[in-house]
């Protein structure tokens, strides 16, 4: 080897560690650019070096070559490395850049009532399950929100509700069930698949769990052969959405003036037994005052208490709180 | 219903445990609404022993007892002479503070002068069914002061029942015991019902009864039993009644509650003595008479209700209670029993009517068995009377039954129950679950309900009692195979789910509000073309008005915000609003928010500006227009809720659909609240019919718009309203004028800016205006263009005197 070969050699390897030691002092993707051009550009630091190779004899200029070429990759591989290191650290990479983490300009969005939510999530659900939804009054005949459910005037289980009357002698509905006459008479002939929701009234003073509203869901199913086994399918699939697949639910024999079997259906939540609705085939009386004739069609019904399901999703331990609409409150889901 | 479930247990055979049969109601259809276990609840209760007892000097009926309840220490406690409490014996005590599992409470007290901190409890206080004398005794004195449950094994419990309306058989134990049997297939032991030989009576003797309203006392039954002694009743009955929180009166009076308990049947014992003619009239009480209740209460006869009555008067209001004028007491010997059956209905207006209730009208009314529970009930409460209080029976019994309730006979088909249940059942298999329950089922399924089994009017509550003895949890889940439907959403929905997303994006928290109002905002915020909905029976005189208009709800949402330290007020409800028409109400949904305060939350950049009437506004506008109705207009009008001036009814094709103003600041309730609020409503109802029409495509345009400001000073009573009309109308007269076979057209005009104030005169306005012109088919020249606008201002000026600026 010549004394010139070795000290170009030599010179490759101080010029890489040079431009290596500022590329890893750079600060921004700007500076980076110019030790680039500084060190590999064409008059760069190591480039420049390439110039030297026409003194070296021909046997040597591969290792020349080499040294250089070796010398370029590592200042090469240092740029890379440090715009890495760089957009990785979160710190601007541009000289004029602004401060990101300053707080957005919001515009604050407003939310949607828990309870409402709560019923429309159950209402999409059911869409999906063939169900059409409708509203149906709030102000309700004594015929369809009792007689027409098989509760006649001086039946006991009139007991179980705490009527509001108007002073026209109309019922505030005590249950979303009433929309069982309109929808049997505007449905016609089944199959029938309807559902409802909205506001229920009854005669009771306010406390952490009672109020003089509430809220509830109401579906029918109806057609030849709608069983007992197909309400239980249903409210799982309906449940497991709601609460998630690993459901557990629990169905006691209970009592409704409109439907037969009826069960109470409770859900596992939490580690507790939590009654969320009440479900049954449908009374034969009800189909009858509704038009269809019970020998020919069967269905099934039930109720889901809105504002109980709505706390228990998101733990509300007071139900004042939904209908103080206070903004904290609001602002949380 | 309380039940102790050591006394359940009695009934069947082989027994089963407690906590099974806990367990195993709810699985039933029996919800208990309290399960109060003993072994817990006593534990509070202690072992104290008598060291002293002497009686208290101006009543023979009590005693001082000095009772040691801790180690060397005793405290006085006053006690009854109904128990024999033994002087040197260890007795349960409950402190002051202590809650027993019947409900008292022990209070520290002050007994004819003398101090009592505490009571000694009998079993039946304890909830305990008697043992022996029913006061628990204790030798071992090591046991002072400590929990009773240390010292004896509590194997029961209590449970209180919630016994539903349609099963009024389980409102006695043997019921209850049914369906326990039933689900673990054990056997119902009924009680003894066999009478003693009494002697041979003479037929002559006994009270005949006559029924002159056979619809509504189906069957009445009574029996005349002389020579009892009316006592105290033994410890067992009297701890049972103390145990399901009755309180015992004597001998005769706890046999017919106890058997009311035990068979769901109300009876009544009348003292024979004062029973005028030897004779019962079931009949309606006339206006003119009146009865004195047990309870002391007087009723008088305007109703009629159904009334037991002798020869000359009411003795009895049927069904519900008995009269003053013939109950038993210490001094009657010649009883009269009644059982009886009688119209619930019947039962059920006069109890209403009257007001008086009690354990017997609560089972009449929700149905009572008139052939094996009431003859069981009869015979079991004669033979306790004969082996508890004596006597023999006067003559025979007496059974007026017009007309037999006979067993109602009902038809099933495997194939029903299966297709019903969605879980295939055979014939062998439903005749062993209705077995189960005492109900006859031939090899094909002809069905003979008990009469008991009130509830029992169609073939499909059978299929209930089957599905619950087979078990609710062995019909599988299985999705139904019929016609599939669509699913979907009304349009009422559709609008719900767009309107209220545009305002929860334009940032307003939706709120849900009680619509029962007091009435003294029904017509501030609406005006109404009907009458309020009021209530009948409000609970509160502040909810006596369904709401006439969402805004007052929202209201009280800020008056709640400001006391809370609410931080933005933007607010909104979706819901109804109620009116009176006739006799029919309206209900009508409609959208009202109410903002106030900044726009955006204080923040480093952007809007700094507070909501105002044009702000509020611009988002009715926006909902306008998401639901076709873009050409609403805005309009003057006044209404107490509102700021006067600052307030416009909104209307679409002359009718009124909305309001929108500030609020009258007197008609907030917090004075704290100092900032303008604004509100509106719309009445979606009336406009939302064509809401989900199918919106056309219009093509779009390539040609460039022409862009012109025009600026003016007009007097400031020349609204917008009327400057946008002259201009579009000038526009279209100029167009059609001189520009007929062009497609020009003026397509927008936008106000940019307004200024009052300094170089304009007070009573004036400065106005900035862009309109843009546009013809689709080619791109307009600047000399077309200022045609148009020149004859635009010329019009300005001449109809409404408007100066140019330049």
């Known amino acids: ?333 | 219903m309380l039940v102790n479930t050591k006394w359940l247990r009695q009934y069947l055979q082989p027994a089963c445990s407690d906590e099974q049969m806990v367990n195993a109601f709810s699985i039933i259809g029996l919800e208990i609404e309290e399960h109060i276990d003993l072994a817990e609840e006593l534990k509070r209760v202690i072992i104290g022993f008598v060291r002293d007892k002497q009686p208290v000097s101006d009543n023979n009926n009590l005693f001082l007892c000095q009772v040691e309840v801790t180690p060397g220490q005793t405290v006085p406690i006053a006690c009854a002479a109904t128990y024999d409490v033994p002087v040197g014996k260890g007795v349960p005590v409950a402190l002051p503070g202590v809650k027993l599992p019947t409900g008292v409470v022990i209070k520290e007290g002050n007994v004819h002068g003398h101090n009592s901190s505490g009571m000694i409890c009998c079993d039946g206080e304890l909830g305990l069914m008697a043992q022996d004398t029913g006061l628990r005794t204790f030798d071992d004195e090591s046991l002072i002061g400590k929990s009773i449950t240390s010292a004896i094994t509590i194997d029961e419990s209590l449970v209180d029942l919630n016994i539903l309306p349609n099963r009024p058989d389980c409102l006695g134990t043997i019921g209850v015991a049914r369906e326990v049997a039933a689900h673990f297939d054990l056997n119902l032991v009924y009680p003894n019902t066999e009478l003693p030989d009494t002697g041979k009576t003479d037929p002559s003797t006994a009270t005949p009864a006559r029924i002159d309203e056979p619809e509504l006392c189906p069957r009445y039954m009574c029996q005349r039993i002389t020579g009892v002694k009316v006592a105290p009743s033994p410890p067992w009955l009297q701890n049972f009644l103390l145990a399901i929180g009755s309180r015992p009166i004597n001998n005769i009076v706890d046999i017919t509650n106890y058997v009311l308990f035990e068979w769901g049947q109300p009876l009544h014992a009348f003292d024979h003595a004062y029973i005028e003619g030897n004779q019962i009239i079931v009949r309606r009480m006339k206006p003119e008479e009146s009865l004195t209740l047990l309870d002391d209460r007087v009723i008088d006869g305007k109703t009629q209700p159904l009334v037991i009555a002798d020869a000359n008067k009411p003795v009895a209001l049927a069904g519900i209670m008995g009269g003053a004028n013939s109950q038993t007491d210490d001094q009657s010997t010649d009883i009269l029993l009644e059982a009886a059956c009688f119209d619930s209905v019947c039962v059920r207006k006069s109890a209403r009517a009257l007001n008086v209730s009690s354990d017997s009208s609560y089972r009449f009314e929700r149905g009572t068995d008139p052939n094996r529970m009431l003859i069981g009930a009869m015979k079991r409460a004669c033979s306790l009377i004969l082996e508890l209080a004596g006597g023999r029976l006067n003559g025979s019994l007496t059974d007026t039954y017009p007309t037999k309730r006979e067993p109602k006979q009902l038809k099933l088909t495997p194939e029903r129950v299966s297709s019903y249940l969605g879980l295939n059942l055979d014939a062998p298999t439903i005749r062993k679950s209705l077995a189960k329950l005492e109900i006859e089922a031939d090899d094909t399924l002809n069905i003979h309900a008990p009469t008991w089994r009130v509830d029992i009017n169609h073939p499909v509550v059978l299929i209930e009692d089957i599905a619950r003895i087979v078990g609710f949890d062995q019909i599988p889940l299985q999705p139904r195979d019929t016609a599939g439907t669509l699913g979907g959403r009304s349009a009422t929905d559709q609008v719900r789910q767009q309107v209220t997303g545009t305002l929860i994006g334009a940032g307003f928290l939706e709120c849900r509000n009680l619509p029962l109002e007091p009435g003294d905002t029904n017509h501030a915020f609406r005006p109404l073309t009907g009458d309020p909905v009021k209530l009948q029976n409000p609970m509160r005189a502040d909810m006596t008005y369904v709401r006439t208009s969402l805004i007052p709800g929202l209201l009280r949402v800020i008056d709640h915000n400001v006391r809370h330290g609410a931080t933005s007020y933007r607010f909104f409800e979706f819901d109804r609003t109620f009116e009176q028409s006739g006799e029919s109400p309206i209900e009508a949904w409609s959208i009202a928010a109410v903002a106030a305060g900044p726009i955006q939350q204080a923040q480093w950049s952007g809007d700094r500006s507070s909501y105002d009437f044009h702000h509020l506004k611009g988002i009715a506008e926006n909902l306008l227009d998401q639901c076709n109705a873009p050409t609403a207009t805005f309009q003057h009008i006044d209404l107490d809720g509102f700021t006067p001036g600052a307030t416009a009814a909104i209307k679409l094709n002359d009718q009124t659909i909305g309001v929108i103003g500030q609020i009258n600041p007197k008609i907030l309730k917090s004075s704290r609240f100092q900032l303008p609020l604004y509100a509106f409503e719309l009445n979606l109802e009336s406009f939302i019919t064509n809401f989900d029409d199918v919106k056309p495509f219009t093509k779009l345009v390539r040609t460039p718009p022409v862009t012109r400001d025009l600026a003016f000073v007009a007097n400031a009573s020349v609204t917008y309203a009327q400057l946008e009309q002259t201009i579009h109308d000038a526009a279209a007269q100029i167009i059609a004028r001189d520009a007929a076979d062009s497609s020009l057209s003026l397509q927008t005009v936008a106000c940019i800016d307004e200024y009052r104030g300094k170089q304009i005169p007070s009573d004036c306005r400065s106005l900035a205006l862009r309109l843009v012109f546009r013809d689709p088919t080619r791109t307009l020249t600047a000399d077309e263009v200022n045609h148009v606008m020149e004859h635009i201002q010329q019009t300005l000026t001449a109809t409404h005197g408007a100066e140019l600026r330049v």
Not at chain 1, 25 to 39: G, I, K, M, Q, W
Not at chain 1, 272 to 294: H, T
Request: charged share 20%.
């Open chain 1, 1 to 333: 080897m010549t004394t010139q070969t070795n000290d170009i050699i030599a010179q490759a390897v101080q010029a890489a560690d040079t431009a290596v030691a500022a590329i890893q002092a750079a600060t921004n993707a700007e500076e980076l650019e110019s030790l680039r051009v500084a060190h590999l550009g064409k008059k760069g630091s190591i480039t420049i070096l390439l110039r030297g190779m026409k003194d070296v004899p021909a046997d040597q200029k591969g290792a020349v070559g080499q040294a250089v070429n070796a010398a370029k990759q590592r200042a090469t591989e240092a740029i890379e490395q440090q715009k890495k290191s760089l957009a990785s650290s979160g710190a601007p990479t541009a000289k004029n850049a602004i401060d990101v983490s300053m707080p957005g300009i919001r515009t604050l969005n407003g939310k949607r009532h828990p309870i409402s939510s709560t019923i429309e999530e159950i209402k999409s659900i059911m869409i999906g399950l063939g169900f059409h939804y409708d509203d149906y009054p709030e102000i309700e005949t004594e015929f369809n929100n009792f007689d027409g459910l098989n509760t006649p005037e001086w039946h006991p289980a009139r007991d179980m509700h705490d009527t509001f009357y108007t002073e026209s002698g109309r019922v505030m509905r005590t249950h979303t069930t009433a929309f069982q006459m309109h929808a049997l008479r505007n449905y016609g002939t089944p199959p029938i698949r309807a559902i409802t929701g909205g506001r229920c009234y009854r005669c009771d003073t306010i406390d952490a769990s009672h109020y003089p509203v509430f809220h509830q869901i109401d579906a029918i199913a109806i057609d030849k052969n709608i069983s007992f086994a197909d309400l239980k399918w249903t409210l799982y699939e309906l449940a497991s959405s709601l609460f998630g697949d690993d459901i557990k639910l629990q169905f006691r024999p209970s009592f409704f003036p409109f439907t037969t079997p009826s069960a109470e259906v409770d859900v596992l939540f939490k580690g507790s037994w939590l009654e969320i609705l009440g479900s049954g085939m449908m009374r034969p009386e009800v189909l009858q005052a509704g038009g269809l004739d019970p020998e020919q069609w069967q269905g099934f019904a039930f109720g889901i208490g809105a504002d109980r399901v709505a706390m228990i999703r998101h733990g509300i331990d007071d139900i004042r709180h939904l209908y103080d609409n206070e903004e904290a409150f609001l602002r949380q889901f």
